[in-house]
């Protein structure tokens, strides 16, 4: 249990990082341009790779990224600990990023979505193994395609955002890019957990 709390404080306090960060850098205007995702400087700045995600275009965009930060986190919590969702976030946040520059688009973004797509993805498919992903638990793969569903209609143009109208037409490469990063983060979880299955078994004795 207090493993969980801790995974939650960790949480809130990167929620509230965004929150004040987006007050902070109305009172410093060129903030934003010294640490969103640029494509064109990425390599020259790799800062840039992680701190876009924590930069937002306006206060309702950061209130809102931060509330949902929390979301994947507390419905997923007992899959976590502080340090495989510090990982996960990390993964996420580097894989959208490096994703985005190789497809080209959008040049420029902040924000935490895509970050929070891919916890989604990572919590979803960790809760699904913990069931053996089995096919009586049709909810999880279900929220799983719909999401995926949601994302398709975004790069498609078929669904929009009032609080992405702003961030261009490109969104959903983020949201895309965010759920590939979820899966890595998913796959490496599960691989940290392997090994310490492995290592918690018994040594066996070979015969002399």
Known sequence: M???????ITALLLAAIVIWLQFYQLETQSLLDQFDFDAAVLWAEPWRIFSAHLFHLDTQHAISNAIGVLL??????????????????IIIAASTSILI???????????????????????LLLDWGSHQ?????????????????????????????????????????IHAAGILGGLIAWRLHRRHLASIAKQSKPAQRSPH
Request: overall charge positive.
């Open 2 to 8: 207090f493993e969980r709390i801790q995974v939650l």
């Open 101 to 123: 520059w190789l497809w080209g688009a959008p040049s420029r973004f902040v924000g935490l979505s895509g970050v929070i797509h891919g916890l989604f993805v990572t919590g």
């Open 133 to 173: 992903y089995h096919r009586s638990q049709w909810l999880l793969p279900t929220v799983l395609v719909l999401l995926v569903v949601k994302v398709v209609l975004e790069i498609a143009g078929l669904m929009q955002s009032s609080l992405l109208l702003n961030a261009g037409a490109d969104f959903g490469y």
């Open 72 to 89: 994947p986190t507390v419905f997923f919590l007992r899959h976590f600990t502080v340090r495989t969702w510090l990982n996960a976030f």
